[in-house]
């Protein structure tokens, strides 16, 4: 009787600790540009809605807590900004996030003097990701990658 109550609780423990997980067992969610509104703008600070993609490549559903960003376009800053709410992506999914951001007016101006002859612009997309299930520990991101200048800043433009 002892020992399969010992069998018992080990297997228990087994499964808690499997559970449990680490977040060395979570493959980092890529975060993806999607797109700029504008929003209002004052003498000297532009706010904008940045649309974010979150793609989770686990196979199990992730909970992001706080996503904070740092948004360059071709090589100079154009908006940081954080996330105010918490979003969970299901399993070998994806959701869309829009982020309140603010600039100043002159990195706009930098930008729009920087805009190439081409209607593509390199962008470079880097922050933190933390995780509900591991609060506290951020989880750094870094990704590039290009979007039309409508898709940047909208049809109507900045």
Known sequence: MMKKAMVIIF???GTLSACAGSVRD????????AGIQPLESGLLEQRMRVDLTVVNPNRFAVTVSSLDFVLDVNDSRLASGRTADSVTIPGRGER???VTARTGVVQIVRQL?????THTLKYDLSGNLELGRFRGK????????????EAMFGSGGI
């Open 26 to 33: 979570v493959v980092t969610p890529e975060v993806y540009l």
């Open 138 to 149: 951020r989880i750094p991101f870094d990704f590039q990658g290009e979007l039309s200048q």
């Open 11 to 13: 297997l228990a423990l």
């Open 96 to 98: 869309n996030v829009a």
């Open 113 to 117: 003097l920087k805009l190439p002859g």
